[in-house]
């Protein structure tokens, strides 16, 4: 049976400050987020990984250097964030204006992404943690991230809506006994 999965979420940027849907723009942390990047070096220095995969965009990728494996993460494209196609750079409020009730797990974006293929991605994370043995460290982001867990917990991708995460918390996904379980949520 494979160890846990470890979900650390990048640190802060400008646009999860300001609430705007951030999928493949590639902005990097405030210094803030820099600032909780670093602070994940404690929590994370003495834990040994049998793999540490990292988003290949920057705000993931500088929170898993600051974090001090940066030497050892691969990339992993499967774990960039949701492509929010033309909903990209806005805030919920603002794509409520146009589609009062919107959500995005319910409702979707249009020229981007389809949930059932973020899920697909997030699948395949979960498959090349398990095989990997051990414990796995996955720098990310939000909505993948949160879609990761509903498919690890066998929900459906859209109970990811449950399962907020804030920037650089570490959550760790296990079992108990053989069924999958949330071990840790939302440590920051």
């Not at 999860?16 to 723009?25: A, K, V, Y």
């Not at 109970?159 to 079992?175: E, I, K, M």
Request: proline share 4%.
């Amino acid at each position: 049976m494979a160890g846990e999965l470890w979900l650390i979420r990048h640190g802060e940027t400008a646009w999860s400050l300001s609430g705007q849907h951030t999928g493949r723009t590639d902005i990097p942390l405030t210094p803030e987020g820099e600032r909780e990047a670093r602070q994940l070096r404690a929590k994370l220095s003495e834990h040994r990984f049998s793999l540490v995969l990292t988003s290949p965009l920057q705000r993931a990728r500088r929170t898993c250097e600051l974090a001090g494996f940066g030497d050892v993460a691969q990339n992993e494209p499967n774990l960039a964030e949701w492509d929010y196609g033309s909903y990209e750079g806005l805030t919920a409020k603002e794509i409520q204006r146009d589609r009062p009730g919107w959500t995005i797990f319910r409702d979707g974006v249009p020229g981007g992404e389809t949930i059932g293929q973020v899920a697909a991605r997030a699948q395949a994370v979960i498959s090349r943690a398990v095989e990997a043995g051990g414990d796995v460290a996955l720098f990310g982001h939000g909505h993948i991230l949160r879609i990761l867990t509903a498919c690890w917990l066998g929900l459906a991708p859209e109970d990811g809506r449950c399962f907020a995460l804030f920037p650089a918390s570490v959550s760790t996904l296990g079992y108990e006994h053989d069924t999958r379980v949330i071990t840790r949520w939302n440590l920051v």
